[in-house]
């Protein structure tokens, strides 16, 4: 198979997907953010040729779906890496320290700015307004896994656990 | 009637058991490994001979060992992961895997407690068996709360045991709509969602709308930074908040209702799922409820990170898979909801507060708290105190209960308790203000913490030490509210760049006489332009700090200094040499080698190379180094 074949089937394999969450919504327009919601929890973004599919079958157009996709800051519109480290910065958290997370792990990741995951695609540091485990400010959440009373130090040690599981 | 079966049926089979441990898994124990705990618990009993059930066979009459249950978040995360044994009455705290032993051999064995694993009184160091010894939890009144942290969530009989699904039963068989909305306004319960709306008369607006379509909406997007009651009470007692919506339905004639849940939360949104399962299966929820014909369902719709969408008119605009925009009022939503149909919006603790209301009746609720805030409420005490975690007290409360009895006092920089630390108390998050000294002994209610220009909003409490900034406080929340503003209305999406700009220059040195009137006057400005209470209520960190604390904004304007030492651009420090003995102290605690002298003589700082972390300031005993 030439590479543009395997392009074309790559994509017709994504789409199939979307097709299956249109149908599990039964193409409901009102179950707008839950599609988006299924779609990124298949490909961890909003691949901009899957938005104007799930527009035409839904019936709308491709600009309110954008529209929605970019209001709420769950929807990624572009990759993110296969780790996702939200640090707090919800009151408890900042009063706690959280910025020396952020600082720490911007600086053991090469991140700032703009810039939000790494060239290889490994990690993304964001950071998030509150986990609701204040108690144990400040928190941070790698992927699904919440992480309490963390400081710089153990955030930095976290991020080698994951780079050493990696064989990084 | 079958409910009362299934429930009486349950507490006789649960009377079986002669132990039942309860491992707290809400999400700051599991962040601290309480599931670890869980399993290893399990293995041990196992290899003792120990059958610890973890699930109740219903049948089952034998007499048991014991059966271990996880519950929702019982408060006190910071002593996480948490264990309870019943009868005994014991409470472990911080107990890790390796501790598993020690209880099965000694507690479930012997019936001892293992002392190292108690909680030590916080004044007489003396171990506390249980809840009813720790301050913490003995000076609360814990009725939302109560069965969190006792029930297994994600177990419907046991909710039922306790009486569950009982004021349900009652509102649906024994009760006319107007008769639960009276109810409900007698009892005069008011939206624990912030803005404290008396919850019967909004029922009764929605219940006099013509129409057979109405929805039912429950507000769990929590999007205040640092609350976290509202997710502890749908991790911890699901059950209650659908049997607080199905009175809700059942007041107003609704056949429909969503819980909104953000997506920051995803345990509860998995025992909401699980919880509304579960009671269609019994067929609590469905066509045909309490066999009176009467139908009513639940979806649980999970948001998508947007703080706006809490607000009630953005939340259903979210649910129809919009933006989740606020649009202006009137109509109101018990008017003009969702889809177009009279919709009532409660926040997730009103609806959980309901079912006891019925159970109770109005009287005997209305006899804690004051007369014109009924009931408890919950807050999420965190920041510089010593017990933080989930609390929840009657109305009318003092502060200085919250934080110096229940919380424990105030925390310095290292930890400790100090003394006279207590600087002030952040409330309502980006919609409130803030509480000092003065009120420490002012009743909390509504009306009262209105008055001051704070608000109980959700309930979240900060304490703040007196190592912090207002102006930075100040900040914090400025940016939250600009993140976070829809943008569709000019003065909160201009109107809070600029305040933030304003305060940067305050923070930054680059203030001028100018500043601060042109800050107040944008506020106030803000306040009644904008369209949402996100926007009319963003300035009011900005107006409070001002207001009680306009000496430290002074001293970052006039003066360049921050009081507080926080604000970093206002720093040079600076060895005065006539008070500096010389005693190398600050040099050596000084992280990036920027002081130089030598012993016995004064020392100097290199300001090229200082990154103004305040630390020989701290360090120096003789006063001597200035300017920061
Ligand atoms: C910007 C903004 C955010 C809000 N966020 C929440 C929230 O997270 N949870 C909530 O229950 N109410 C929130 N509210 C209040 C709701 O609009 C509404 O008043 C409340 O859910 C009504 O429920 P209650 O009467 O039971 O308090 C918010 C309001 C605004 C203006
Ligand atoms: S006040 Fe702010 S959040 Fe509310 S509608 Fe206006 S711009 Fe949007
Ligand atoms: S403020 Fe910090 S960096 Fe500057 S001299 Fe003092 S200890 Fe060193
Ligand atoms: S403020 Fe960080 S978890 Fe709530
Ligand atoms: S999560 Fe266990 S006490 Fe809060």
Same mark, same amino acid.
Request: proline residues 5%.
């Given at each position: 198979?030439?590479?543009?074949?395997?392009?074309a089937q790559?994509?017709?394999r994504?789409?199939?997907?979307?097709?299956?969450?249109?149908?599990?919504?039964?193409?409901?327009?009102t179950?707008?953010?839950?599609?988006?919601?299924?779609?990124?929890?298949?490909?961890?973004?909003?691949?901009?040729e @899957?938005?104007?599919? @799930?527009?035409?079958?839904?019936?709308?157009?491709p600009a309110?779906?954008?529209?929605?996709?970019?209001?709420?800051?769950?929807?990624?519109?572009?990759?993110?890496?296969?780790?996702?480290i939200? @640090?707090c910065?919800?009151?408890?958290?900042?009063?706690?320290?959280?910025q020396?997370l952020?600082d720490a792990l911007?600086?053991k990741l090469?991140?700032?700015?703009?810039?939000?995951?790494?060239a290889?695609?490994?990690?993304?540091?964001?950071?998030?307004?509150?986990?609701?485990a204040?108690?144990?400010?400040?928190?941070?959440v @790698?992927?699904?896994?919440?992480h309490?009373?963390?400081?710089?130090?153990q955030?930095?040690?976290?991020?080698?656990?994951i780079?050493?599981?990696?064989g990084? | 009637?079958?409910l009362?079966?299934?429930?009486?049926?349950?507490?006789?089979?649960? #009377?079986?058991?002669r132990r039942r441990?309860?491992i707290?898994?809400?999400?700051?124990?599991?962040?601290?490994?309480?599931? #670890?705990?869980?399993?290893?618990?399990?293995k041990?009993?196992?290899?003792?001979?120990?059958?610890l059930?973890?699930?109740?066979?219903?049948e089952?009459?034998?007499?048991r060992?014991g059966?271990?249950?996880?519950?929702?978040?019982?408060?006190?995360?910071q002593?996480?992961?948490?264990?309870?044994?019943?009868?005994?009455?014991?409470?472990?705290?911080k107990?890790?895997?390796?501790?598993?032993?020690?209880?099965?051999?000694?507690?479930?064995?012997?019936g001892?407690?293992?002392?190292?694993l108690?909680?030590?009184?916080?004044t007489t160091?003396?171990p506390?068996?249980?809840r009813?010894e720790?301050?913490?939890?003995?000076l &609360?009144?814990?009725?939302?709360l109560?069965s969190?942290?006792?029930l297994?969530?994600?177990?419907?009989?046991?909710?039922?045991?306790?009486?569950?699904?009982?004021?349900?039963?009652?509102?649906?068989?024994?009760?006319q709509?107007?008769?639960?909305?009276?109810?409900?306004?007698?009892?005069?319960?008011?939206?624990?969602?912030?803005?404290?709306?008396?919850?019967?008369?909004?029922?009764?607006?929605?219940?006099?709308?013509?129409g057979?379509?109405?929805?039912?909406?429950?507000?769990?997007?929590?999007?205040?930074?640092?609350?976290f009651?509202?997710?502890s009470?749908?991790?911890?007692?699901?059950?209650?908040?659908?049997?607080?919506?199905?009175?809700?339905?059942?007041?107003?004639?609704?056949d429909?209702g969503?819980?909104?849940?953000?997506?920051?939360?995803?345990?509860?949104?998995?025992?909401?799922?699980?919880?509304?399962a579960d009671?269609?299966?019994?067929?609590?929820?469905?066509d045909?409820?309490?066999?009176t014909?009467?139908g009513?369902?639940?979806?649980?719709?999970e948001?998508?990170g947007?703080?706006?969408?809490?607000?009630?008119?953005?939340?259903?605009?979210?649910?129809?898979g919009?933006?989740?925009?606020?649009?202006?009022?009137p109509?109101?939503?018990?008017q003009?909801?969702?889809?177009g149909?009279?919709?009532i919006?409660?926040?997730?603790?009103?609806?959980?507060?309901?079912?006891?209301?019925?159970?109770?009746?109005?009287?005997?609720?209305k006899?804690?708290?004051t007369?014109?805030?009924?009931?408890?409420?919950?807050?999420?005490?965190?920041?510089?105190?010593a017990?933080?975690?989930?609390?929840?007290?009657?109305?009318?409360?003092?502060?200085?209960?919250i934080?110096?009895?229940?919380?424990g006092g105030?925390t310095?920089?290292?930890?400790?308790?100090?003394e006279?630390?207590f600087?002030?108390?952040?409330?309502?998050?980006?919609?409130?203000?803030?509480?000092?000294?003065?009120?420490?002994?002012?009743?909390?209610?509504?009306?009262?913490?209105t008055?001051?220009?704070?608000?109980?909003?959700?309930?979240?409490?900060?304490?703040?030490?007196?190592?912090?900034c207002?102006?930075?406080?100040?900040?914090?929340?400025? &940016?939250?509210?600009?993140?976070?503003?829809?943008?569709?209305?000019?003065?909160?999406r201009?109107?809070?760049?600029?305040?933030?700009a304003?305060?940067?220059?305050?923070?930054?040195?680059?203030?001028?006489?100018e500043?601060?009137?042109?800050?107040?006057?944008?506020?106030?400005?803000?306040?009644?332009?904008?369209?949402?209470?996100?926007?009319?209520t963003a300035?009011?960190?900005?107006l409070?700090?001002?207001?009680?604390?306009?000496?430290?904004?002074?001293?970052?304007?006039?003066?360049?200094?921050?009081?507080?030492?926080?604000?970093?651009?206002?720093?040079?420090?600076a060895?005065?040499?006539?008070?500096?003995?010389g005693c190398?102290?600050?040099?050596?605690?000084?992280?990036?080698?920027?002081?130089?002298g030598?012993?016995?003589?004064?020392?100097?700082?290199?300001?090229?190379?200082?990154?103004r972390c305040?630390?020989?300031?701290?360090?120096?005993?003789f006063?001597a180094?200035?300017?920061a």
């Amino acid at each position: 198979m030439d590479a543009t074949a395997k392009v074309a089937q790559e994509a017709g394999r994504r789409f199939e997907k979307v097709i299956q969450i249109l149908d599990g919504h039964n193409r409901d327009r009102t179950r707008l953010v839950p599609i988006l919601q299924a779609v990124q929890e298949e490909y961890r973004y909003l691949p901009e040729e @899957v938005m104007t599919l @799930v527009a035409t079958s839904l019936g709308i157009s491709p600009a309110k779906v954008y529209g929605v996709a970019t209001f709420y800051s769950h929807f990624a519109l572009q990759p993110k890496g296969k780790y996702v480290i939200r @640090v707090c910065d919800g009151t408890a958290c900042h009063v706690k320290g959280s910025q020396d997370l952020v600082d720490a792990l911007q600086g053991k990741l090469g991140l700032g700015g703009s810039r939000k995951t790494t060239a290889d695609m490994m990690f993304t540091l964001e950071t998030v307004s509150c986990l609701g485990a204040c108690g144990l400010a400040p928190a941070m959440v @790698v992927n699904e896994d919440v992480h309490g009373q963390v400081g710089p130090d153990q955030a930095c040690e976290i991020l080698e656990g994951i780079r050493q599981q990696e064989g990084m | 009637m079958e409910l009362q079966a299934m429930g009486e049926a349950y507490g006789k089979s649960s #009377k079986h058991f002669r132990r039942r441990v309860v491992i707290c898994a809400g999400t700051g124990c599991m962040a601290n490994g309480a599931m #670890k705990v869980f399993e290893a618990l399990r293995k041990e009993a196992g290899d003792h001979g120990i059958s610890l059930d973890i699930e109740l066979d219903f049948e089952e009459t034998r007499d048991r060992d014991g059966l271990l249950t996880k519950s929702g978040c019982q408060g006190f995360c910071q002593m996480g992961p948490l264990l309870s044994i019943e009868p005994d009455g014991i409470l472990y705290c911080k107990v890790r895997p390796t501790d598993v032993a020690e209880i099965v051999s000694q507690t479930l064995l012997d019936g001892k407690a293992v002392e190292r694993l108690l909680y030590p009184h916080p004044t007489t160091g003396k171990p506390c068996r249980g809840r009813h010894e720790i301050p913490f939890y003995a000076l &609360q009144q814990r009725t939302v709360l109560k069965s969190c942290g006792s029930l297994d969530p994600e177990d419907i009989r046991e909710y039922l045991s306790q009486g569950g699904y009982r004021s349900a039963a009652k509102a649906y068989l024994e009760m006319q709509p107007d008769a639960v909305c009276g109810e409900i306004l007698a009892s005069g319960l008011r939206g624990r969602g912030g803005g404290g709306f008396p919850t019967g008369r909004k029922w009764e607006m929605a219940r006099v709308q013509p129409g057979p379509k109405k929805y039912i909406v429950c507000n769990g997007d929590e999007g205040d930074p640092g609350a976290f009651m509202d997710r502890s009470v749908m991790e911890g007692n699901p059950h209650a908040v659908i049997e607080g919506m199905m009175i809700a339905a059942r007041a107003i004639g609704a056949d429909e209702g969503y819980v909104y849940v953000r997506a920051e939360y995803p345990l509860a949104v998995a025992r909401v799922r699980r919880a509304a399962a579960d009671a269609e299966k019994l067929g609590l929820l469905g066509d045909d409820l309490f066999g009176t014909g009467m139908g009513f369902r639940v979806h649980v719709m999970e948001g998508a990170g947007a703080f706006v969408c809490g607000e009630e008119t953005a939340l259903l605009a979210s649910i129809e898979g919009q933006r989740g925009m606020p649009m202006p009022k009137p109509p109101f939503p018990a008017q003009c909801g969702l889809f177009g149909k009279p919709t009532i919006i409660n926040n997730v603790e009103t609806l959980a507060s309901v079912p006891l209301i019925l159970a109770q009746g109005a009287a005997a609720f209305k006899e804690t708290g004051t007369p014109a805030s009924p009931g408890t409420k919950t807050f999420a005490l965190t920041g510089h105190v010593a017990n933080t975690g989930l609390i929840e007290v009657p109305f009318g409360t003092s502060l200085r209960h919250i934080v110096y009895e229940v919380g424990g006092g105030v925390t310095g920089k290292d930890g400790r308790i100090s003394e006279a630390g207590f600087k002030a108390v952040q409330i309502g998050g980006p919609s409130g203000g803030c509480l000092t000294r003065e009120h420490l002994d002012l009743p909390m209610d509504f009306d009262n913490l209105t008055s001051i220009g704070a608000m109980v909003g959700s309930g979240g409490l900060v304490v703040m030490n007196q190592e912090t900034c207002m102006v930075q406080v100040a900040k914090f929340f400025m &940016q939250f509210t600009q993140n976070e503003s829809c943008g569709k209305c000019v003065p909160c999406r201009e109107g809070t760049r600029q305040m933030l700009a304003l305060l940067d220059d305050i923070t930054e040195g680059r203030a001028t006489e100018e500043t601060l009137p042109l800050l107040e006057m944008l506020a106030r400005n803000v306040k009644v332009g904008a369209l949402c209470g996100l926007g009319k209520t963003a300035p009011n960190p900005v107006l409070s700090t001002l207001k009680h604390f306009r000496d430290e904004y002074e001293a970052h304007v006039h003066r360049k200094v921050c009081p507080s030492r926080v604000c970093k651009a206002l720093m040079t420090p600076a060895i005065e040499a006539s008070l500096c003995k010389g005693c190398t102290l600050c040099a050596r605690k000084c992280p990036v080698g920027a002081i130089i002298g030598e012993r016995k003589t004064a020392h100097q700082i290199d300001p090229g190379k200082c990154i103004r972390c305040g630390a020989c300031v701290d360090a120096c005993k003789f006063n001597a180094i200035t300017g920061a």
